[in-house]
């Protein structure tokens, strides 16, 4: 599953889902968006927008965290920093897999995230 970030000004950014979640996550939990945004920012086409200022804040947010990441790192859905490689799911085995391990938001995929933002005048998550 991806979404596409509809830019005011600019290009279509378009994310995975892998990348996406745990961006949301770190933005709730930084107070920069509150749940209802989340919860429209988390599915295509229902309407989660940013507007300029939004946007600002979400890029101070993300560039706040790159102070402390490298790149080649991630932010993981449990909001910690890792460089340890992603597992890599086997259908067929018994190891459970849980959404921590899934979901992470690479260093490179944030640092295109807030130049979007900072330049976007605003976005719609579609």
């Not at 209802?36 to 229902?46: A, D, F, I, P």
């Not at 993300?62 to 991630?74: A, T, W």
């Not at 910690?80 to 992470?104: C, M, N, Q, W």
Request: some cysteine; glycine content about 6%.
């Amino acid at each position: 599953m991806s979404f596409i970030l509809v830019p005011k000004y600019g290009d279509d950014l378009q994310v995975n889902a892998w990348n996406w979640r745990p961006t949301l996550e770190f933005l709730l939990h930084e107070k920069v968006i509150d749940a209802e945004t989340h919860e429209l920012m988390s599915l295509n086409g229902c309407g989660g927008k940013a507007d300029a200022d939004l946007a600002r804040r979400i890029a101070a947010a993300i560039d706040c965290k790159l102070q402390r990441m490298h790149p080649g790192e991630r932010v993981r859905a449990d909001l910690l920093i890792t460089a340890e490689p992603k597992r890599v799911v086997h259908f067929e085995s018994s190891d459970p897999i849980g959404a921590v391990d899934l979901y992470s938001a690479k260093y490179e995929w944030l640092v295109e995230f807030t130049n979007s933002c900072k330049r976007s005048g605003g976005f719609e998550v579609s």
